[in-house]
């Protein structure tokens, strides 16, 4: 047996203190890695926090371009302030609380997907998810003040801010900072006398502004248009409300929500569905010339048309042949990247735009349809926010300063007009004054006013070229003869004998501006004869037609008897409603602020119509002859009275009241003769353009808003 001793080893030991300071190093940087991995994630918590906010914002920001024009135009209805129920969804509070439920800013995830999830119990890790209910902690007015909005009215905000407009109302000085008030009595003054384009004392109600740049060009971006900017500022921060919990700070921004008040001015207006480019003959478009932009509220664009440029609310079919701008587009020219590639190449002005391309932009044509034509269709308006009334804006009828009205006929089988009713507004603050005209040539109770002796019985006078309307009788019994010229005696052998026995004398007005007479197809009609007004207006001591400027043509249908017109006429027009015929009408220079008419009757143009320049107002500068402002609203329009015309030429703006839903196109160039045809495209001559100065405003136009949310940057103020 062998036995074999293994040597022996030294032992081994171990190094407290390395152990231990290697511990301690690896959870330092254990520990630091954590802090790093923590912050990360509170960095990245609070930076999805502020992406969140910055989305919530954006919708809350567009809801609000799409809530509160629908309330300024509530603030101008009936009974707007007849109680709280309706006045208070009105106000800038619940206009921007109702922005934040539309924009779904209350929770970071909808209902709807909450419960699709099918997790019970579920939780949301976002701090920053509240119900968001006190509006005062996210929306303030500026500079300090209470209440929502900063008002741009009375007094100016400072550099940055659009020029603020004056007002002496008292309504619209305290409800216009608690509701968007939208009224005539807003008005530039001095605060933006050298911010505008025009003296403000010459144009107070709309003068010339800059057109903001944003995609929708209904002007091409930075040039003047005409127009009236209402607007209030506030202040936003979706995170403040919060800002206790989440620990996330942001600023406040400072934003301007404006509502342009835009008459209409381009060469072809209208919300109308419009087909361009064609006449309903299946014609196209020749001796057309269009100097300035279209817009429709849904446009065709026909084949081989050529349009200088094309804005539209609702959408636009362009096909290939067609030209907008000089362009030609083979796609859409909505499809990215077509506007970006027209920017980069050939300037900043893309010729087509929808309003709906601009993130905070809306356009909203104020059309009120056939109403627009009709006095009658509309009752009184009370409790109302804003000084001025819903119908009162617009209805075009109801603006009109004079009124003509059918209020009897001959029976209610014979619509033959006996009476008509004229009103005006009095010389020296004295108001509307009417009186009742019969038509009827017998007998009469008293002279109608006006009438002035001219001579007695048996005598002569001459009138010379003028028109006038004559009278023969005395003792409140005369005969009457109407648009008399020459030489007249009065005699009962001209007259015949209106009072037996009597000495009798003769007396003469200005021939009326109005009477009645028919179409040679025996259409019955009123005539206005618009160069008769001035003196017409003189001898019933009426405002000169500087004010009575426009004048709304009617039946009174609304009452009742036997020989009341209880007929309310048609749109469209039928043969056996009441016609309008317009003459005497080529001068119209004595309209020194223009001239309108409104009237719910198939209109007949039977003369050469404002084909006279006069001076232009002091300072006017656009080119060209100056023509006194004139517009006419029916809802149909022919040329020619006693023969068809062979051809007609017309210029300045065309629009249409019918809606873009309706599915037959509006074709805005077709003009048909006294007959009802449509003429023929050679017969047709057009010159548009649009309206570059207030002082081609006539006295009524139709309206549009355009609303923009613009915000107010320390680093722009080019407003």
């Avoid at 003296?199 to 709309?206: A, C, I, L, M, Q």
């Avoid at 308006?381 to 009109?400: D, F, K």
Wanted: glycine share 8%.
């Amino acid at each position: 047996m062998r036995t074999r001793t293994l040597p022996r080893r030294k032992r081994g030991f171990v190094s407290y203190a390395m152990v231990l300071s290697t511990g301690l190093v690896l959870t330092m940087m254990m520990v630091y890695s954590y802090r790093r991995s923590m912050s990360a994630h509170e960095v990245q918590a609070k930076v999805q926090l502020r992406t969140d906010y910055a989305e919530k914002e954006d919708a809350v920001l567009r809801s609000i371009v799409a809530i509160a024009p629908n309330r300024a135009m509530r603030a101008m209805q009936n009974n707007s302030n007849a109680s709280t129920t309706n006045s208070n969804p009105l106000r800038w509070q619940n206009i921007f609380g109702e922005a934040v439920d539309l924009a779904n800013a209350r929770t970071s995830i909808a209902a709807n997907v909450r419960s699709s999830l099918g997790i019970t119990n579920l939780r949301s890790g976002n701090s920053g998810d509240s119900a968001l209910a006190d509006p005062s902690r996210i929306f303030r007015a500026l500079n300090n003040e209470t209440g929502f909005v900063s008002a741009g009215i009375n007094r100016s905000l400072g550099t940055g801010f659009p020029p603020a407009l004056n007002t002496s109302t008292a309504n619209t000085i305290s409800r216009d900072p608690v509701f968007p008030i939208i009224s005539s009595d807003k008005l530039y003054g001095t605060l933006a006398q050298g911010a505008v384009g025009l003296p403000t004392s010459t144009y107070p109600r709309f003068n010339l502004l800059t057109y903001p740049r944003i995609n929708f060009g209904y002007v091409r971006p930075g040039d003047p248009f005409v127009a009236k900017r209402n607007w209030w500022a506030f202040s936003m921060n979706m995170a403040g409300h919060d800002a206790t919990t989440t620990k996330v700070a942001a600023p406040s921004r400072d934003f301007v929500f404006s509502i342009y008040e835009i008459p209409s001015q381009l060469p072809i207006s209208a919300s109308a569905f419009m087909a361009l480019g064609r006449y309903s003959t299946g014609e196209a478009w020749q001796n057309v010339n269009i100097d300035g932009g279209i817009f429709a509220g849904r446009a065709n664009v026909d084949e081989f048309a050529n349009l200088p440029n094309l804005a539209s609310r609702r959408g636009m079919t362009i096909p290939s042949t067609s030209t907008v701008g000089g362009e030609s587009f083979a796609n859409s020219p909505f499809s990215p990247g077509v506007r970006e590639s027209y920017q980069l190449t050939k300037g900043e002005f893309f010729p087509v735009s929808l309003a709906s391309e601009s993130g905070r932009v809306a356009f909203i044509p104020i059309n009120r349809g056939a109403d627009f034509f009709d006095r009658f269709a509309h009752g009184t308006e009370s409790n109302v926010l804003s000084p001025t009334t819903w119908n009162n804006y617009s209805v075009g009828a109801l603006q009109c300063t004079m009124r003509l009205d059918v209020t009897a006929v001959t029976s209610s089988t014979n619509r033959t007009p006996t009476v008509l009713r004229f009103s005006y507004m009095g010389r020296n603050n004295t108001g509307r004054q009417t009186y009742l005209e019969p038509l009827v040539t017998g007998i009469n109770s008293a002279l109608p006013p006006g009438y002035v002796k001219v001579c007695d019985e048996n005598q002569s006078y001459n009138f010379g070229t003028s028109v006038v309307d004559v009278a023969y009788g005395i003792n409140g019994r005369f005969f009457f003869q109407t648009d008399v010229t020459g030489n007249v005696t009065f005699n009962n052998t001209r007259f015949g004998d209106p009072n037996v026995g009597i000495f009798k004398a003769g007396y003469f007005r200005p021939s009326a501006p109005y009477k009645v007479r028919s179409l040679p197809s025996g259409k019955i009609c009123l005539a206005i004869y618009p160069q008769r007004f001035a003196a017409f207006l003189n001898l019933l001591n009426g405002e000169t037609t500087a004010v009575n400027n426009s004048i709304a043509v009617n039946v009174d249908y609304t009452t009742t008897g036997l020989n009341n017109p209880s007929f309310k006429p048609t749109i469209p027009c039928t043969e056996i409603d009441y016609g309008l015929i317009i003459q005497e009408c080529a001068d119209l220079t004595s309209f020194t602020s223009g001239f309108s008419l409104v009237t719910n009757l198939r209109t007949f143009i039977g003369d050469d119509f404002n084909v006279v320049a006069t001076t232009p107002p002091t300072g006017f500068t656009p080119a060209g002859s100056y023509f006194p402002p004139v517009s006419l609203f029916a809802p149909e329009k022919r040329y020619g009275v006693d023969v068809d015309p062979y051809a007609v030429t017309f210029g300045g703006q065309i629009g249409s009241l019918a809606s873009d839903t309706d599915a037959n196109p509006v074709r805005p160039l077709d003009s048909k003769n006294l007959s009802g045809q449509t003429m023929a495209a050679e017969r047709i001559r057009v010159n548009l353009r649009p309206i570059r100065h207030p002082a081609e405003l006539p006295p009524i136009t139709m309206m549009n808003w355009l609303v923009v949310l613009e915000e107010r940057r320390k680093e722009y103020v080019g407003f």
